[in-house]
C-alpha cells in the first residue's frame, strides 16, 4: 500500500521558516515525479512546487525565491523549505507523487497524495 507522509507544519511567524517533509512508502519514488500543492479555506487546491525524477524543479510564481523543493531518493523523501514565510502562506500542504517522470502543476496529474499538514503564518 502506497503512502505519502508530511510532516514539519505547524504555526510560525511571519518572516519565519518551515521545513516540510514528505515520506513514502510502499513503493519506490525515485524515478516519478513528486509535488507539493496547498489548499487555503474555501480556496480550490494549488500549486507549490515540483520536482522531476532528475531533479529538476519549479516553484509557483507566488512562492518563487522563498520556497525550494527537493528530494532524497535514498529516503524516498521529498521537501519544502519554506522561507520568509508571509500569512497568505496559511493553508494545508499537500504531497503528491505522479506515476510519470516529469513534473506538472495540473493536480490532476498526481496519482497519490497525502493527508496534508498544516501551515499557520502569523502577522
Known amino acids: 500500500q502506497v503512502q505519502l507522509v508530511e510532516s514539519g507544519g505547524g504555526l510560525v511567524q511571519a518572516g519565519g521558516s518551515l521545513r516540510l517533509s514528505c515520506a513514502a512508502s510502499?513503493?519506490?519514488?525515485?524515478?516519478?515525479?513528486m509535488g507539493w500543492f496547498r489548499q487555503a479555506p474555501g480556496k480550490e487546491r494549488e500549486f507549490v512546487a515540483a520536482?522531476?525524477?532528475?531533479?529538476?524543479?519549479y516553484c509557483a510564481e507566488s512562492v518563487k525565491g522563498r520556497f525550494t523543493i527537493s528530494r532524497d531518493n535514498a529516503k524516498n523523501t521529498v521537501y519544502l523549505q519554506m522561507n520568509s514565510l508571509k500569512p497568505e502562506d496559511t493553508a494545508v500542504y499537500y504531497c503528491?507523487?505522479?506515476?510519470?517522470?516529469?513534473?506538472?502543476?495540473?493536480?490532476?496529474?498526481?496519482?497519490?497524495w497525502g493527508q496534508g499538514t498544516q501551515v499557520t503564518v502569523s502577522s
Open positions: 503528491a507523487a505522479r506515476s510519470w517522470s516529469g513534473w506538472s502543476m495540473n493536480r490532476f496529474d498526481y496519482d497519490y
Open positions: 510502499g513503493r519506490t519514488f525515485s524515478g516519478n515525479a
Open positions: 520536482i522531476s525524477w532528475r531533479g529538476t524543479t
